[in-house]
Each structure stands twice: as structure tokens, then as C-alpha cells.
């Protein structure tokens, strides 16, 4: 099976639940969510080269976890735990592919100074209306997708980046239109920012081949 066909169906099927799936009943808009990231993930197993590496079983790990949070998502904590485990999984697997550049490590820094405006932000929005137990986890998953998306950055590989940053902007608008106030079109901009950075990420597979050998 060739995956060259998968990227149009999966932006086919990614069109179809953002745009014409109701939101009850709720099995079924879950079935219909979970079907663009099967495609990915298949996607990303059809992509993968003869000899695999660790950076791989991590990514198809990642990619798991967080179709289990998308479809836990409603039970807010328990979703934002299974993508939580995802990211640490993403985290591992671009670290293994770590390449030394001090610009990129100088990125820390935006992405630090993001996360504490968000972080402030959000702690403030949630200490207003009362739900101070998810102050920790927020804050904890804020860390880790920063530090998930600083990997990134240090592989060098433009796939990563692209998705690791689209899946900030992802649950940036998910957690503003959630616990700060409302974004128009939010629904829009959430899936389709996410399927995006779930597609690169998986997309990335086939650049790391050898150690040593980054984009492709």
C-alpha cells in the first residue's frame, strides 16, 4: 500500500468532522474526530524506512496518545493527561535527534517567555471562575509542550517544527476559548491546526533514516 493517496483523504476526512459532524451524538462525533488521526498514524507507519529508529517507535507512540486524548478530551483531565504522556513521547523522540546549533537554543527563550504570559493568563482565568485543582495540570502541560516544541527546533527538521508549533497555536486556542473567553471560528482553528501538526509530525518519519540524517 502506497501512503501517497492518504493526505488528500485525510483532508477530506478532517473537512468532514470540522465542518458537517454535529456535535451529539457524542459517540458519534468521537468516531468521526478519531478517524483523521487513524489515517495519520497509518500515514506515518506507511512512511516509515526499512530500518527503523528509535526517533520512530517514539513519534507512532506519541501519535497513540494522542488519539486517546482526543477521544478522552471531553473528560477534560484525562485527555489532557494522555496528550501530556504524547508530548513527552514527541519530546523524547526529537531529542534523540538533537543537533547542536546555539541560534536554536537561543529559541528557549521566546518560547519561555510564551509560555509564561499564557500560563499567567490562564492561571488567572481560573483562579476567577473557581477551577483552581486544574492550575497544576495546566501549568505542567504548558511546560511540557513548550519544552516539546524547543526539541523540535533543535532537530533542525522543518516537518517537526511546522507541527510542533501548529500544535501550539492549536491548544493556545483551545485553552483561551475554554477558560479566558470565547474565539470566534474556534472550532476551526483548533482542528485544523491540530490534524495539521499531527500530519507533520507523522509526515516526519521518513526524513530520519540513519543517525545523523535529519530532513529529507
Known amino acids: 500500500m502506497k501512503p501517497h493517496f492518504l493526505p ?3 483532508l477530506a476526512m478532517s473537512i468532514l468532522y470540522i465542518f458537517f459532524i454535529p456535535d451529539d451524538p457524542l459517540w458519534f462525533k468521537l ?17 516509515l524506512p526499512k530500518q527503523k529508529l528509535k526517533i520512530h517507535w517514539l513519534i507512532l507512540t506519541g501519535l497513540v496518545f494522542c488519539a486517546i486524548g482526543d477521544a478522552t ?41 510564551y509560555g509564561f504570559i499564557m500560563g499567567s493568563r490562564l492561571v488567572e482565568a481560573l483562579e476567577v471562575s473557581g477551577d483552581t485543582s486544574l492550575i497544576v495540570p495546566v501549568l505542567l502541560y504548558i511546560s511540557a509542550i513548550m519544552l516539546m516544541v524547543w526539541a523540535a527546533i533543535m532537530t533542525g ?5 511546522t507541527g510542533s508549533l501548529l500544535f501550539v497555536a492549536s491548544d493556545s486556542v483551545l485553552a483561551w ?24 509530525i507523522a509526515h516526519s518519519v521518513a526524513s530520519f533514516r540513519k543517525l545523523g540524517n535529519g530532513n529529507s
Open 157 to 161: 527538521n522543518r516537518w517537526l517544527i
Open 8 to 10: 488528500i483523504l485525510i
Open 31 to 47: 468516531i468521526f474526530k478519531l478517524i483523521p488521526m487513524i489515517l495519520i498514524f497509518l500515514y506515518a507507519v506507511l512512511r
Open 73 to 113: 478530551l471531553h473528560w477534560f483531565v484525562i485527555g489532557l493527561s494522555a496528550f501530556l504522556i504524547g508530548h513527552l513521547f514527541y519530546t523524547a523522540a526529537f531529542l534523540s535527534q538533537w543537533k547542536f546549533n546555539r541560534y536554536r537554543i537561543l529559541t528557549i527563550l521566546p518560547l519561555i517567555f
Open 177 to 200: 476559548n475554554m477558560f479566558v473567553s470565547p474565539v470566534e471560528y474556534s472550532h476551526l482553528l483548533i482542528m485544523s491546526t491540530y490534524y495539521g501538526a499531527q500530519f507533520f
